[in-house]
């Protein structure tokens, strides 16, 4: 394998694996603060992927003022979304409810949120497949290695944005509280910290990331509606192989992926997805709590 | 109080549900008396996808065409005169929805007839039950299922397995240096097909197939696969069995930005508006591909008119109904050829003599296919358009007749199809 | 949730046996009071629904929560597909292989599988629903993702033919009573007990002795065998399968049925739940563009506001004003025996 083909099938991996990423860092935030396994998470990237499409296609705004107004608008949906349903859910959970009763209930109740969002957004924006121009078209072309400018910046805005979700996480308070809360939300209420606002902030982060996602990615590839319903099952695993609970885990997990992926496809062809599959579940066999996560009952 | 009331409307209705399903307006059932002046009506059944642009635009179509048949007539039958009533019902494009789609319009409806179903997961699910009960079902579907010889009354009116053929003459006559060739399809029944087909289509007029690569159906980053196509160096790629929206896009911008500059051929009409709408116009540059009847230069009247009704009727026009509406002239025909409603005899003489019929998207007609042991009337070869892109224009190329489309598929596989 | 043999008391035992009886007998001439083959044909979809549901509640009655109920329904259905069609076996043959088979499936990767409760298996058991849908649609000898066609009827069994949906009907209610028997018969076991116990505390049925691992593995097992009879009536009723049918959402919709009916009743929760799905969308054919979003919505103020799903719901209020007449009989009685 030449040294061109490697950084070729490096960047393609990175950038496909920087997506999961951001993903999977929502739904584990989602998952660790308010314990709903998002099932809706697909249909929140699908929003964020349209929400800059209205800004950046419809109304001519600058790209990065775009994605920044599809985090926002996709945090508003998410804490209107937690505050609607999951707020009033878990209302009825009380100290003696059993945990898998509490998971499936919100489980279920996201796969509500995604029925209601799935079809809101076709009958909206219509079925037509729609695709935004790259604000950034120039390739790279270095000893014949062709690199899409799109791609660099994709991987670049991701690495900035867990860079500031680890500032936000481990250097504020509000970082503070809200990994407290995902491992005892009895004890920050003891403190006298009033837990709501910080599981609707938690899903409201999740939901930005979500929608960042949707919205870095939209210029690469296009705006579907289903492209909600395709990632999802991509970021369950990914969520799994890196560790439930694990910051640094989710970003290996991504990564691995990502790489198996790219390289997957270039030598082994279409089967390459089934063998990351297998892969996966063969890691967690051995590893039960992923690469990096601790086990969790 | 309130929760329990609320329960009861609610248990009410959903107890009611198959009640209420079942207590649909009877269905008139056709009066034996002959030929009345009153004017009859004929159902006709359609299932197709109402969460995708195919079936969402099929379904404007045929609520566009067939008022307006009716209104000029419609149909006649030993004297007696029918009015088409389309009944269109979602099949979600999955095997279980087309199946119970198909349930409802054969038991619930008593439809005879089936027409213009774009999705091949629920015709093929339907086939079990339109078969036993001698519906009638002229249908779209790239499967090869649709078909197959043990299938007596369905009909494929959609040209995906006849127009690869057609295509490499042309592609010979146009860019007679292209040597090499790269299938990329997606990995499914269709892909795989219809990338095996053009293989073999190729190869009868000297073009080396290099490798057929298949990609997941819901990809959307094609980056991997465009550099894995340049370590092969094709001069002609090929898109057997892709989706003509985004995705097909998304596939020349990856290669566009790997680098390739060869020549790209396409059995299928990709939808410019949604291609366009994620690659530049330079990636598309040398696309032979199959151009909408309606766009041509001089197109036929009734393409015209087609296309100006659509406009008058929905504003922006939009040509991916123009593969499945062929089902619905082809119905008109054969029920004027055969002069019969009864659908076992419309079968009977279809499967045995064939049939031709014209629609907007030019002249269709019935052709066995010997190569898959089917020597019954059952596949469509049709007059077939083709656009070039050359300069950032895409322009008209050519026109294949129907005739020269058959003779050009006898010679790729083999056997009389006529 | 009330333990139902706790035999104390027998009248109501009676009442209940009595209502068995003839909600059987109902099932038992539906067919006959309905004449439309498509209602037949929804209710046959809804009689799989319920098997499938009941393998869900049956993992959820050991807190395990499972998204692969689709994983064995396509390995049922396959398995008996290549058994009948390549190795020319009859269905009533192919059947018991088939049970066989994905038993032996189910005890290898749910030995993997269970090991991990909680979130963890949740996602492995929708990953590995995934797995068996692409691993099929790759393989070329199952006919890969255009699937097979022409699957035939099951061979005739004395007079029956299985040539109408009624023949199907009973088949299908047959194995529905089946596994409603052995279900009831497991609950109300040791094994059911444990069950239990392990949902409410996993550490708990450890100190009482109760290895959770291999109660776990069972229910898995059980479900998974059950799901995979499923799959082998489906393949045989439609005549045609594909992979697509088997999809990871099949699973999610599955779930719904236990949450709707009522998470708590583990036979007929799933029963009231899979019907309730087969028929409101097909009713809701009528709104057509926005039928998957008041479904949602339905969905939503079920979940919301009706806890205990359907069932649990009509108990509650059955319960207030049963107390309520009970307490007027006593009332009438009591002035009754005081006038005399």
Known sequence: MSLGLFIQLLVNALTIGSIYILMVLGLDIILRGTKILNFAHGQLYMLGAYVLFLFFQTLHLNFALSLVLSGASLALIGALSYLGIFAVLSRRFTVSTTFSYILLLSAMASVGLMMILQQGTLLVFGTQERGIQSPLPQIIDVFNVRISLMRLIIIFLSLLICICLYLLMYKTTFGKILRAVSYDPEA?????????????????????????????????????????????????????????????????????????????????????????????????????????GEAAE | MRKIALFIVLAITMAASPLLVACNPAPTTPSTSPASTEVKTLKVGCTLPFTNSLGIDTKKALEMIVPAFNQAGGLTVKGQKYNIDVIIYDDKYTADGGRAAVERLVNEDKVNFIICQVGSAPIVAGLAVTEPANVLVFCGGASG????????????????????????????????????????????????????DNAKAAASIGIKVLESIFYPRDTQDFAPFATKIMSLKPDIMDYPGAVAGTQFGLQFKALYEAGYKGVHISPMQPNLVEVLAVTPKESMENLISIMPATDITNPAEMAKKYKADWVAKYGEWSSASLNWIPAFYAFVEAINKVDSVDPSVVAAYLSANGLQWESPNGKGILVKRPDLNNNRFCDTCASLDFGLF???????????TAEEALKANETAFGGSWK | MKLPNNGANHKTNRYKLLAIIIAVAALVVLPFCIESGYIKHLIIMACIGTILGMTFSMLYSAGLITLGAAAFY???????????????????????????????????????????????????????????????????????????????????????????????????????????????????????????????????????????????????????????????????????????????????????????????????????????MTFVPEYLRVVKEIEPIITGILLLIIILFFPGGILGTIRNSANVSFEGFDARVKKIKASLTGKR
Not at chain 3, 91 to 103: D, E, K, N
């Open chain 1, 188 to 292: 920050v209420t003891l403190q006298g910290i009033n837990t709501s606002w910080v599981f609707v902030s938690c899903f409201a982060l999740g939901s930005a990331l979500a929608g960042l996602a949707g919205g870095i990615i939209a210029p690469l590839f296009s705006v579907t509606p289903s492209m909600g319903q395709n990632i999802i099952f991509m970021s369950f695993l990914v969520l799994l192989v890196g560790g439930i609970g694990s910051y640094r885990g989710t970003i290996a997990g991504g990564l691995l992926v990502g790489l198996l992926l790219s390289f997957g496809f270039q030598f082994m062809g279409g089967i390459a997805e089934l063998f990351v599959f297998m892969l996966v579940i063969i890691i967690l066999v051995f590893r039960p709590g992923g690469l990096l």
């Open chain 2, 145 to 196: 299922k649709i078909i197959s010889p043990q299938n007596k009354y369905t009909y494929g009116t959609a040209t995906w397995r006849t127009n690869l053929a057609p295509l490499f003459p042309l592609l010979k006559k146009n860019f007679p240096n292209a040597q090499t060739m790269v299938n990329l399809s997606p990995d499914d029944e269709t892909g795989k097909a219809l990338a095996a």
């Open chain 2, 390 to 400: 050359k300069n950032g224009k895409y322009e008209y190329l050519g026109t294949i």
């Open chain 3, 74 to 276: 396509a390995v049922g259905a396959y398995t008996s597909t290549v058994l009948v069609m390549y190795a020319g076996l009859s269905f009533w043959v192919a059947l018991p292989l088939t049970v066989m088979i994905s038993a032996i499936m189910a005890l290898g990767f749910g030995a993997l599988f269970v090991r991990n409760a909680g979130v963890a298996f949740v996602i492995i058991s929708l990953i590995f629903a995934q797995v068996i849908v692409i691993a099929i649609g790759q393989a070329e000898f199952l006919g890969g993702w255009g699937g097979i066609i022409g699957i035939p009827r099951p061979d005739s069994l004395g007079p029956v033919e299985f040539a109408t949906k009624h023949d199907f009907y009973y088949l299908i209610l047959a194995f529905l009573l089946l596994v409603v028997v052995v279900y009831t018969a497991l609950y109300s076991s040791r094994i059911g007990r444990a069950w239990r116990a392990i949902k409410l505390s996993p550490n708990l049925a450890g100190t009482l002795g109760i290895n959770a691992y291999r109660y776990r593995l069972l229910a898995y097992v059980i479900g998974s065998t059950t799901a995979a009879v499923a799959g082998c009536f489906y393949a045989h009723y439609f005549q045609n399968i594909t992979p697509g049918a088997f999809s990871g959402w099949l699973s999610i919709y599955v779930q719904l049925y236990a949450v709707l009916g009522g998470l708590e009743f583990y036979i007929l929760g799933p029963a009231i739940g899979a019907v309730i």
